[in-house]
């Protein structure tokens, strides 16, 4: 999809006020509203302009996009980063698109959709905080071990002169042993302050694994790409392999071949305080081919070719 440039959509400069953004929005919806416009791609153009209003007249919104427009041109190939969005804080337990209509994949992509919970006031005559939002990104060994971690977030919020500025904040926050990704961490009274001594909103924390360059995980199992030599495959063999709680030996059965899954049960990532199952560890076989950049090399893979002479790698393409 496109990098969609939603300040050109409306007519602005990127320092625009919120003011700006709502006047320039306005007198746009007023000229390409479908009921009164006479232009022929007006419902288009004012489903653009409702688009590109709604990312931008919301302060958390329009921070994420502005992080996000740094890295892109307008129409450029776009796809979002992993854990763009992390160390964001927001209000809600998550920030998403409205049901007013459908949106862009790239507005999907961006924000997707707010769900159903997130707390403001239980009724009117209380003034309790909102809860907030924020994901943070964790590594892996994390959900291993557990342990303390200090977190930055950084907060969204618009100044005297209607510009959207960012406010640090660190936190000290207990890692459980065996949390999953997407799991939510709540913690109670760190959202907006209630009014008038009423109760604090909450923070929801929802976790993030950082992408790791030997492990990808599925729920609680956890997959690795082990390389073996060939003779390894055929004879089989005890080799050694990372966990993200260190190493562990990994027996390689006789006669396999490339692609098969090794299953270390329990391995994967351990069961939470409240019960179940840990996740499995997968080794994921390849065949790593031993480099003939030298002449005594080259004439080992010659006698192998001999020894091997009637084996043909590509009958199963035969008809």
Do not use: C
């Amino acid at each position: 999809m496109e990098f969609k440039d939603y300040y050109a959509t409306l007519g602005v400069q990127q320092t625009a006020t919120q003011d700006d953004i709502k006047r320039a929005y306005r007198k746009l919806a007023r000229k390409y509203h479908p009921d009164v416009s006479k232009e022929p791609d007006a419902e288009s153009r004012f489903k653009d302009v409702a688009e590109a209003y709604e990312a931008l007249s919301d302060v958390e919104k329009r921070a994420a996009y502005d992080d996000v427009g740094t890295r892109y041109k307008t129409g450029a190939e776009f796809s979002p980063p992993p854990g763009w969005d992390a160390g964001f804080e927001f209000s809600g337990r998550d920030f998403g698109g409205g049901d007013h209509f459908d949106h862009s994949d790239f507005f999907e992509a961006l924000f997707g959709h707010r769900p159903a919970g997130a707390r403001g006031s239980r009724n009117p005559g209380v003034r309790a905080g909102g809860d907030h939002h924020a994901k943070v990104q964790i590594d892996l060994q994390d959900a291993y071990r557990g342990g303390h971690r200090t977190i930055s977030l950084r907060i969204p919020q618009m100044d005297g002169q209607g510009q959207v500025t960012m406010k640090q904040q660190q936190l000290e926050v207990s890692i459980p042993r065996g949390i999953r990704n997407g799991q939510h961490l709540r913690l109670a009274g760190q959202g907006n302050p209630g009014q008038g001594g009423e109760q604090a909103g909450d923070l929801y924390l929802e976790i993030e694994f950082a992408p790791h360059k030997h492990f990808h995980v599925d729920g609680r199992d956890v997959y690795l790409d082990v390389p073996i030599a060939p003779w390894e495959a055929v004879l089989g063999a005890s080799v050694t392999v990372p966990t993200p709680d260190g190493s562990v030996q990994l027996s390689v059965p006789p006669n396999s071949a490339a692609g098969r899954k090794l299953r270390l049960k329990g391995k994967g990532i351990p069961s939470a305080s409240t019960g179940g199952p840990a996740g499995d560890l997968y080794a994921a076989l390849s065949i790593a081919l031993p480099p003939a950049d030298a002449a005594p090399a080259q004439e080992a893979y010659r006698e192998l070719a001999k020894a091997f002479g009637d084996f043909n790698p590509r009958g199963s393409l035969e008809a």
